[in-house]
């Protein structure tokens, strides 16, 4: 999967694709072959992590 280089575009794609293909980030991160802590890391570059329970990014 391409991701998008612009963090606010990322943090909108990988939230929906949270809410609609995926039931944690561990498993959209292992099915789409992303490095799950630079996911983190980037997203929290501009203030965002990821809440396990409601599983997004917020």
């Given amino acids: ?3 998008p280089q612009d963090p606010m575009m990322l943090f909108s794609v990988i939230n929906m694709k949270l ?3 995926y039931s944690s980030l561990d498993e959209l991160c292992q099915k789409e072959d992303i490095d799950k802590e630079a996911l983190i890391a980037k997203l929290a ?3 965002f992590e990821y809440n396990e329970s409601s ?3 917020w």
């Fill in 55 to 57: 599983n997004k990014f």
């Fill in 1 to 3: 999967m391409e991701l």
């Fill in 45 to 47: 570059t501009i203030g």
């Fill in 19 to 21: 809410r609609d293909e």
